[in-house]
């Protein structure tokens, strides 16, 4: 299947070390990424991190370092995901770089006039969330992301004209223009729009800032509200200021652009990024996919309970295919989940060693004693059954299941044909067509496992690519 695709993650606040609720975001955004590709789609992948926060400024402060100096150094902490998770990015964008500040600003210039507009504004403001809260939604003035009081911000601001999109956001959404998955996200965004919708801060003073972020254009005493351009990563790292080949062929001229987001931000990527990119005049994403978030042993990620995992030195421990496996067979791709090490070598054992694993070392064994050659494989195998309706929702635990239903399939045939048997007593012939089937289905496997544990699909089609099967390393060797 020809055509183009996008997809993305959120892009993370540097001021703290990526976790694995994290993890679980960049491994799916990874997954639909080479589903993609397998499937023949020009696929780019965008993922980065936001460094125009006033969290940046404040933390630097507490270190005495410069915010930029605070930046280059836990960017890096992220950009380390890419190689230790093994996550195929086409792009890293970092919202303090050029490209970005010019490509922001360009979007804002191209807003609608009647939609941007100054007022004097006081609000209740958490830092922790860079987000204004009311009354109703912060009780007695507590963040109930932070749990910690609001700082009242009494300033001149840029207030965006949301309530001239109102109908136009339900249209896209419900129209299903604009997928949002889960159905409950959806509900939750369409309630959200029918509730009434109100105007939106997108600036605040330079000085509150302390200098940092993307000047507002033709106003230099404002910058942007740090959403405003954390938003606008998903265009500026196509290079949409100069509106170059590859902002024209994965966004403007795309037909499959998925946000992969966590379930605490569904209101700036379904409501406000939408209704930016209408008043710009610019196409709308098409998809919006919400995971859940993950709790460890059971319980909230958090500092001071100190369970923060580092997702890098889970696979150290366990492997990078283990680790992306257990993200996408054992999370609910639409629910919380949890991580807990009890179950990562338990579901490793099941399905990784004693299915999957077992499967190739039993039929590379069988194939290198019967010396069987199969010829190289032409084009991409079938797909298990049910695996691309499970991919089309990005439900990756069901996508996983099809294709461990089928390792089990081939493991029992094993045991019902018994090939040592036809080995024994030299019946090549059976034994020849027998190993075909093996090899046919081994492909299979191994091709459209590649988004979930890419490593050990590399190594399964390099063995099974074609000329004489020869014992590999085991691929996933039992976890005592
Ligand atoms: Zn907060």
């Known amino acids: 299947m020809a055509g183009t695709a996008y997809v993305s993650t959120a892009i993370p606040y540097v001021n703290a070390k990526p976790h694995l609720g994290f993890a679980l975001e960049i491994v799916q955004a990874d997954a639909i990424a ?17 460094e125009n926060s006033l969290k940046n400024v404040r933390a630097a402060e507490a270190e005495g370092i410069t915010t930029r100096e605070l930046c280059d150094r836990n960017s890096q902490a992220f950009q380390a995901l890419l190689p230790g998770l093994n996550i195929d990015a086409s792009y890293f ?18 807003s609608r006039p009647e939609d941007i507009y100054k007022k004097h504004y006081t609000g209740q403001y958490c830092v922790g969330c860079e987000e204004f809260y009311t009354e109703k939604e912060a009780p007695n003035g507590i963040c109930p992301e932070h749990e910690r009081p609001l700082e009242t911000v009494e300033e001149e601001n840029y207030f965006f004209r949301l309530t001239n999109y109102q109908d136009r956001l339900l249209d896209l959404i419900e129209s299903g223009k604009m997928r949002i998955l889960p159905a409950a996200r959806y509900n939750e965004t369409v309630a959200f729009i029918r509730s009434g919708l109100q105007d939106f801060s997108i600036s605040r003073s330079k000085q509150r800032a302390g200098g940092w972020g993307i000047p507002v254009p033709g106003d230099p005493e404002q910058v942007m509200y740090v959403w405003y351009d954390a938003l606008a990563n998903y265009i500026t790292g196509l290079d949409f200021e100069n509106e170059a080949p590859a902002y024209q062929k994965y966004w403007a001229d795309c037909p499959d652009k998925t946000h992969v987001i966590g379930k605490g931000i569904n209101r700036f990527h379904t409501v406000y990024w939408p209704a930016m990119l209408m008043s710009s005049g610019l196409p709308t994403p098409d ?54 090490e009890d179950r990562m070598r338990d579901v490793y054992n099941a399905d990784l060693a ?6 190739s070392r039993r039929v590379e064994t ?23 309706e499970a991919m089309a929702d990005y439900r990756f ?30 019946n090549t012939a059976d034994l020849e067509a027998f190993l075909g089937e093996m090899v046919e289905g081994i492909r299979r496997i191994a091709y459209w496992v590649t988004p979930f544990i890419p490593g050990a699909a590399s190594q399964m089609r390099e063995t099974f690519a074609g000329g004489p099967v020869k014992r590999s390393k085991p691929l996933f060797p039992r976890i005592q």
């Open 93 to 110: 964008i970092r919202t303090s770089e050029e490209m970005h500040f010019k490509g922001a600003q360009k979007l804002w210039a191209m």
């Open 34 to 50: 080479r589903y993609q590709r397998l499937r023949g789609r020009d696929t780019f992948f965008m993922t980065g991190s936001d």
């Open 354 to 359: 004693n299915n999957l694993g077992n499967l």
């Open 397 to 426: 635990n069901d996508a996983v299941g099809a294709i461990l239903g089928l390792s089990d399939a081939l493991n029992q045939r094993i045991e019902e044909v018994k090939p040592w048997e036809l080995q024994k007593a030299g």
């Open 366 to 388: 069988l194939s290198e004693k019967a010396g069987y050659a199969p010829a190289p494989l032409d084009g991409a195998p079938e797909a298990p059954e049910g695996f691309h």
């Open 287 to 340: 998809m919006v996919f919400i995971h859940g978030y993950l709790t460890i042993e059971g319980m909230k990620i958090s500092k001071s309970l100190g369970n923060v995992i580092d997702p890098l030195v889970q696979a150290d421990k366990y492997g990078i295919d283990a680790v992306r496996y257990y993200l996408l067979r054992a999370v609910s791709p639409y629910a919380d989940g949890d991580y807990s």
